[in-house]
C-alpha cells in the first residue's frame, strides 16, 4: 500500500504580460492557504517520507511554506518535469519514487493534477488552489500506479 497526496500549489499573483507563468509568486491569500494545508498535515499527524514538487515559482513557494509550517523534517526534490506535465508524465515521475517511501506529497499544477486524480481513482474532484489530496493506492511499488489502481480517500480545501 502507497500512499500519494496531491497538492495543487496555492493561489499566485495574477498572469502580466512582463512577468513569465514559472515565475509566478504566491500572493497574500496564497501563502496563507499554502500555511493552512501545513497546519492540517500537522494536525492531522501525517508523516511524509518525500515531497516531490514542481520547480515553479509558486509551486516552490507552497512547499516551502506546507513543509515548513508542518515541521516536517523529510526529503524535499524539486523537478522540472511536473511544470506544465501531463498525467501521463506526472506518472512517469511517481513511477520512479523509490520503494522505500510509502507516503508521498505531490505538488503541481492543474490541469494535471485533476487529470492524475481522476485517472487514478476514477473520480473527479476540482482541485482549486491549495486543495489537497489523499490517495490510497492498491500496490506495493510505484511503477505499479495507474489507472484505477488508487481509491480517494478525502479531499481538503485551505481555510480561507
Same mark, same amino acid.
Given at each position: 500500500?502507497?500512499?500519494?497526496?496531491?497538492?495543487? !500549489?496555492?493561489?499566485?499573483?495574477?498572469?502580466?504580460?512582463?512577468?513569465?507563468?514559472?515565475?509566478?509568486?504566491?500572493?497574500?491569500?496564497?501563502?496563507? =492557504?499554502? &500555511?493552512?494545508?501545513?497546519?492540517?498535515?500537522?494536525? $492531522?499527524?501525517?508523516?511524509?517520507?518525500?515531497?516531490?514538487?514542481?520547480?515553479?515559482?509558486?509551486?516552490? &513557494? #507552497?512547499?516551502?511554506?506546507?513543509?515548513?509550517?508542518? !515541521?516536517?523534517?523529510?526529503?524535499?526534490?524539486?523537478?522540472?518535469?511536473?511544470?506544465?506535465?501531463?498525467? $501521463? $508524465?506526472?506518472? &512517469?515521475?511517481?513511477?520512479?519514487?523509490?520503494?522505500?517511501?510509502?507516503?508521498?506529497?505531490?505538488?503541481?499544477?492543474?490541469?494535471?493534477? &485533476?487529470?492524475?486524480?481522476?485517472?487514478?481513482?476514477?473520480?473527479?474532484?476540482?482541485?482549486?488552489?491549495?486543495?489537497?489530496?489523499?490517495?490510497?493506492?492498491?500496490?506495493?511499488?510505484? #511503477?505499479?500506479?495507474?489507472?484505477?489502481?488508487? !481509491?480517494?480517500?478525502?479531499?481538503?480545501?485551505?481555510? =480561507?
Amino acid at each position: 500500500m502507497k500512499t500519494l497526496f496531491l497538492l495543487r !500549489h496555492a493561489k499566485p499573483v495574477s498572469v502580466t504580460e512582463s512577468l513569465k507563468d514559472f515565475d509566478r509568486s504566491l500572493d497574500d491569500e496564497g501563502r496563507r =492557504q499554502a &500555511e493552512s494545508v501545513g497546519k492540517y498535515l500537522k494536525d $492531522q499527524n501525517l508523516e511524509l517520507d518525500l515531497v516531490l514538487s514542481s520547480t515553479a515559482l509558486r509551486a516552490r &513557494e #507552497t512547499t516551502e511554506l506546507v513543509v515548513t509550517t508542518a !515541521h516536517y523534517v523529510t526529503e524535499v526534490r524539486y523537478d522540472p518535469r511536473v511544470y506544465e506535465a501531463s498525467r $501521463q $508524465q506526472l506518472l &512517469e515521475v511517481i513511477s520512479e519514487i523509490e520503494a522505500n517511501k510509502s507516503k508521498v506529497l505531490l505538488v503541481g499544477h492543474n490541469p494535471a493534477m &485533476e487529470e492524475l486524480l481522476r485517472r487514478l481513482t476514477d473520480h473527479f474532484e476540482a482541485m482549486g488552489t491549495a486543495n489537497l489530496a489523499k490517495i490510497d493506492l492498491s500496490v506495493s511499488e510505484w #511503477t505499479e500506479a495507474g489507472d484505477r489502481k488508487g !481509491h480517494l480517500d478525502w479531499l481538503v480545501k485551505p481555510v =480561507q
